[in-house]
Every structure is written in structure tokens, then in C-alpha cells.
């Protein structure tokens, strides 16, 4: 049985090589997925605001299939809407009291350039800051309690006393009165008197012949 050449092995494994080594080059490189490289808030961040929240990834995202949403501390789950256009940045509005006090997850799903769904949650702490102290009613001024200014003694107006009749001039003018009312009742006596006296003179002369009415 005749043999190869002794230089044909080594000269075949050698294109063997070098063919291996021209499909490795030559083959395109797997398909790298997005990645989360920032965000804000952070993970582990304490922020006192939040209106809105925002995602960066290390490459482009198709603008479809893309979901952010907002858990609270207690469980409470709210979507948030994308806000603006969709690079490898993406920003969401966070509604008011979606946020609560404490711990909150931010989720989110997105999808990169190459149609993988990428998943991932950021944690961070909400401290909203206390709202001042309203005053009580008790503590608050009242008008009503305001101190009044006191008049000067200037200005206080002496009280000028009234006229009051003296009891001479009240019983004159009660005498004038009764003098007033009792007048037509005197006129009248006097007048019935003369008319009286008038008759009985009269009646002595006819009754007398040696009278003057009698003498002839």
C-alpha cells in the first residue's frame, strides 16, 4: 500500500487552519442586547421631588413594546406614561401620588435594537418634605380679642346735664293752669249773679207801690 508523501500531512492540516481561522474572523459578532447604565433617580437614591423619571441604555430602543411603571410602598402599581421620543434615552411623567413615602420600584420593560425585550427595576427612596405646621384656631389671632384704644381724656365727651324745672316754676305753672281752666266757671258765676241780683231788684219795685215805678 503506497504511502502519502511525508510533506503532504503537515501542508493540509495547515490549510485546514488556516480556513478555521478565516470563518472565525469572517463570522459577525453575536448580537449585543441594551443595557441600563444610568437612570434617574439612581438606584439607591433618596430624592424629595419626583415628576419625572428617566432611563438610559448603552444603545438605541425601538420605539414599540416599551412599559415603565411606578410601585409604591405599599404595593400600589402605576403605569407611567413615555414622555417624548424614544433614543436610548427614555423619560416617563410620574402623576402626583403615585409616589409614596418610603421605598419605591421603578420597572420597566424595553426593547433594544435587535427586538429583545430588555427587564429591570431601579430602587430609591422617596422623602417628600413635611408640609409646614398649620396654625390652631386656638393658636391663631382673633380680632375680636385686638385691645380696643381708650379714648383719650380729651376726647371723652362730658355729658352736658339736662334743664330740670325748679319746683317753684312747676308749681307756678301748675297754678297758671288751674287759674286758666277755673276762669270760664267764675265769668259765669258773675254773670249768673248780676242776672239773679237783676231779678230781685225788679221784683222789690214792682212790689213796692210807693216805689219810683208807682208814683204817679
Known amino acids: 500500500m503506497p504511502h502519502a508523501p511525508s510533506?503532504?500531512?503537515?501542508?493540509?492540516?495547515?490549510a485546514l487552519a488556516t480556513v478555521l481561522a478565516v470563518a472565525v474572523i469572517a463570522a459577525p459578532p453575536a448580537a449585543a442586547h441594551a443595557a441600563l447604565?444610568?437612570?434617574?433617580?439612581?438606584?439607591?437614591?433618596?430624592?424629595?421631588?419626583?415628576?419625572?423619571?428617566?432611563?438610559?441604555?448603552n444603545e438605541q430602543l425601538l420605539d414599540i413594546g416599551n412599559e415603565v411603571a411606578l410601585e409604591a410602598p405599599d404595593g400600589t402599581?402605576?403605569?407611567l406614561e413615555v414622555d417624548g421620543e424614544v433614543t436610548s434615552t427614555?423619560?416617563?411623567?410620574?402623576?402626583?401620588?403615585?409616589?409614596?413615602?418610603?421605598?419605591?420600584?421603578?420597572?420597566f420593560r424595553v426593547v433594544s435594537a435587535d427586538g429583545h425585550p430588555i427587564e429591570g427595576t431601579v430602587t430609591f427612596t422617596y422623602a417628600p418634605p413635611s408640609p409646614s405646621p398649620t396654625p390652631s384656631a386656638s393658636e391663631s389671632p382673633d380680632a375680636s380679642e385686638e385691645p380696643t384704644p381708650s379714648a383719650s381724656p380729651s376726647e371723652v365727651a362730658t355729658?352736658?346735664?339736662?334743664?330740670t324745672p325748679s319746683p317753684s316754676a312747676t308749681a307756678g305753672a301748675?297754678?297758671?293752669?288751674?287759674?286758666?281752666?277755673?276762669?270760664?266757671?267764675?265769668?259765669?258765676?258773675?254773670v249768673a249773679a248780676a242776672a239773679v241780683?237783676?231779678?230781685?231788684?225788679?221784683?222789690?219795685?214792682?212790689?213796692?207801690?210807693?216805689?219810683?215805678?208807682?208814683?204817679?
Open 197 to 216: 241780683t237783676a231779678i230781685a231788684l225788679a221784683a222789690r219795685r214792682g212790689a213796692d207801690p210807693n216805689g219810683p215805678a208807682g208814683q204817679h
Open 174 to 190: 301748675a297754678e297758671e293752669g288751674q287759674g286758666a281752666s277755673l276762669l270760664p266757671w267764675l265769668v259765669g258765676g258773675a
Open 90 to 107: 427614555l423619560t416617563a411623567i410620574v402623576p402626583d401620588g403615585a409616589a409614596g413615602a418610603g421605598t419605591n420600584l421603578l420597572h
Open 159 to 163: 355729658p352736658t346735664p339736662s334743664a
Open 37 to 57: 447604565v444610568g437612570s434617574t433617580p439612581a438606584e439607591g437614591d433618596t430624592v424629595s421631588t419626583l415628576e419625572s423619571v428617566e432611563l438610559e441604555f
Open 7 to 14: 510533506g503532504l500531512v503537515p501542508r493540509a492540516l495547515a
Open 77 to 79: 402599581r402605576t403605569p
